[in-house]
């Protein structure tokens, strides 16, 4: 199984653009995340879609919108990059069938901004 | 605000050490702790805890949670070069996870 696969892998943006990050999971998950990691500061979550047709804020979601487009996929824009967000942005993946799972992750996209 | 919080931020020790990575918490509607270890890529699961006073583990990896405390410790015994990573503290509520800042573990031969 591919698990949780993201692209691209690695991005350099200019200030201002945009791009989206696709993220995709082949085992069935409901619930689906994205978090950005930063040196000294571990992983934070940016946006959260707990089902296919839901998504919610988590601790820093300004400078991002998310789609959960369907069950399997779920993508982060950036609308007008900022070297703020710069980072290693990871997408991640959880079933919620019989309580509490872990969750599942992908490899990353690391993203530069100048 | 939901806080997670591991001490020591940083740690070097020498192959065969045994070491205590700490996690605490303030979380609402707390269901769960997790544990993870981070090499260069994607974090690897390593433990879930639930309910307090109960061990799990892993070879030389164990954890256990205590509720009471809001805390979890994570022990490796006879560490390995391997064993060098940074190690995770997330804790799980109602909808979403919650990741401290890590603890980064080096252990030289």
């Known amino acids: 199984n591919a698990g949780v696969t993201q692209t691209p892998k690695f991005q350099v943006l200019k200030t201002g653009q945009s791009m989206t990050l696709q993220c995709a999971q082949d085992m069935n998950h409901n619930s689906m995340y994205w978090y950005r990691q930063d040196p000294g500061m571990g992983l934070r979550l940016i946006y959260y879609s707990a089902s296919e047709g839901t998504t919610d804020k988590g601790e820093v979601p300004n400078g991002y919108n998310v789609s959960r487009l369907n069950k399997r996929e779920f993508s982060l824009r950036l609308e007008s990059a900022a070297p703020s967000q710069t980072s290693v942005y990871f997408c991640?993946?959880?079933?919620?069938?019989?309580?509490?799972?872990?969750?599942?992750f992908g490899n990353g996209t690391r993203l530069t901004v100048t | 605000e939901d806080k997670v919080v591991q001490s020591p931020l940083s740690l070097v020790v020498h192959e065969g050490d045994t070491v205590t990575l700490n996690c605490s918490y303030e979380v609402t509607n707390f269901r769960s702790l997790l544990w993870y270890k981070q090499e260069k890529k994607a974090p690897t699961f390593l433990f879930m805890l639930t309910s307090s006073g109960i061990e799990k583990k892993s070879g030389r990896l164990s954890s256990i949670l205590d509720k009471k405390e809001l805390s979890s410790i994570l022990n490796i015994t006879a560490t390995q070069t391997g064993d060098s990573a940074i190690y995770l503290c997330?804790?799980?509520?109602?909808?979403?996870?919650?990741f401290g800042a890590g603890t980064r573990l080096t252990v030289k031969p």
């Open positions: 997330a804790v799980y509520n109602n909808n979403d996870m919650r």
């Open positions: 991640a993946s959880r079933g919620t069938a019989g309580g509490i799972s872990p969750l599942h």
